[in-house]
């Protein structure tokens, strides 16, 4: 069973930065995608970003140009840079891994909450 284990997030202002790690340990091996999805207050789990261990990327139409998605393979490490954050982007997100090379979803973090103030 992968174990996902994120840091970072927290209080920010609009405009401003935040950056989200997570790290994925024990039977890695399973792991092909890894990212981030986010719940927004009322509204569904949602993709933010995703990149595959070859290097596909898929970003959620909100944050494209916004939002930087990275991953270091060697250290099973996966890393969100958020920048010109906005109010609409509050909510709870989680690191998820998964087998697919297109999607993750398999696995997940137990959440991160990431609060962007007006």
């Known amino acids: 069973q992968v174990q996902l284990v994120e840091s970072g997030g927290g209080l920010v202002q609009a405009g401003g930065s935040l950056r989200l790690s997570c790290v994925a340990s024990?039977?890695?091996?399973?792991?092909?995608?890894m990212g981030w999805y986010r719940q927004l207050p009322g509204k569904q789990r949602e993709l933010v970003a995703v990149?595959?261990?070859?290097?596909?990327?898929n970003y959620g139409d909100s944050v494209k140009g916004r939002f930087t998605i990275s991953r270091d393979n060697a250290k099973n490490t996966v890393t969100l840079q958020m920048n010109s954050l906005k109010p609409e982007d509050t909510g709870v997100y989680y690191c998820?891994?998964?087998?697919?090379?297109?999607?993750?979803?398999?696995?997940w973090g137990q959440g991160t909450q990431v609060t962007v103030s007006s």
């Open positions: 990149m595959s261990r070859g290097g596909i990327i």
């Open positions: 024990v039977s890695t091996w399973r792991i092909n995608t």
């Open positions: 998820s891994a998964g087998a697919s090379r297109t999607s993750a979803g398999d696995y």
